[in-house]
């Protein structure tokens, strides 16, 4: 059954989702890759805001110098795994430069490393959109390199570099997170960083869930926390990540309306089987079939065996 056939047959139902439907979900989902619909921004900024934010989950300004060689090279980098490569694609048409390489290990990198692109396309966007983690410290080391390489007044670049990196200060945009926080970006952030999943809660009981990790950004949690109605406190885990994860329904559903016909990675399956398996909140066999599923898409691994209910 085509994936069209399946939403017409679902919209027909919206009331109740039965045993027999939620297999549905199972035998007609694509699991290797959602194409991404680029009409979902609605407004030009809407993008940038977006694109901060995911680069602020998962974005990298690499400086790399090579004194024997007497090379400079400055790589701005997207990594996602393959089986999400149509985000970079998205990315790509929506910048309009850079290039696509996947590697053996199953990841997928969006590239800019041409200095002019750097200088007209990738530095110009941060610039007027500020990342709002502390990569904004990477990307200052990483616009300064970029000026350095140009100046031809400069004799020996590659040390002016090296000193760039071990001597710029700190830059704590901290104090303004709550001013430059927008949707898009929240939205960027958390298909980089977040997660729509259901969680065992006890024997026979399974709850919706959502969380958001960060290495090191406590205080930015805790403004999305504000911005998406959790309640819930910032954590340190054990994995020595802050995370921020709600099983609260009030918070949830606040969350499920507010990433609605948002997201444009391959996330967005996730949070679709995610939202409309709300209906099945008190269904636990239900619920663990759609847990099995999000378990399957997020791994994309054909030998996961299917639960027993």
Request: charged share 30%.
């Amino acid at each position: 059954m085509k994936q069209s056939a399946w939403i017409n047959k679902n919209k027909m139902n919206k009331n109740k989702i039965n045993s027999s439907e939620t297999e549905l979900y199972t035998r007609s989902l694509p699991l290797s890759i959602y194409k991404i619909k680029g009409d979902k921004c609605e407004t030009h900024d809407w993008f940038y805001y977006w694109f901060v934010g995911f680069t602020d989950g998962d974005g990298c300004f690499s400086v790399y110098t090579n004194k024997k060689n007497n090379k400079i090279n400055l790589t701005f980098k997207i990594s996602q795994k393959t089986n999400n490569i149509q985000v970079l694609h998205y990315i790509k048409k929506n910048i309009g430069v850079g290039m696509i390489r996947s590697d053996k290990f199953g990841m997928s990198h969006y590239l800019v490393r041409d200095k002019k692109n750097l200088k007209e396309k990738i530095i110009p966007i941060f610039d007027k959109y500020p990342l709002l983690t502390k990569k904004s410290l990477n990307f200052k080391i990483f616009k300064n390199a970029l000026t350095i390489w140009e100046d031809s007044s400069i004799e020996n670049k590659i040390s002016e570099i090296k000193d760039l990196k071990a001597n710029c200060p700190i830059f704590v945009i901290e104090d303004r997170i709550h001013l430059y926080i927008t949707k898009p970006w929240i939205t960027g952030f958390v298909e980089a960083d977040g997660s729509f999943f259901i969680v065992r809660k006890d024997v026979k009981r399974l709850s919706h869930a959502f969380s958001i990790s960060s290495k090191e950004e406590y205080v930015l949690l805790e403004e999305m926390a504000k911005r998406l109605n959790i309640e819930a406190k910032v954590k340190f885990n054990n994995k020595g990540f802050y995370s921020l994860e709600t099983t609260n329904y009030t918070s949830l559903k606040f969350i499920k309306d507010y990433f609605f016909k948002t997201l444009q990675s391959r996330k967005s399956l996730d949070y679709r089987i995610w939202a409309r398996s709300f209906r099945n909140r008190n269904q636990y066999d239900n619920l663990l079939k759609i847990q099995y599923l999000l378990r399957k898409i997020r791994q994309s691994s054909p030998k996961l065996k299917s639960p027993k209910v």
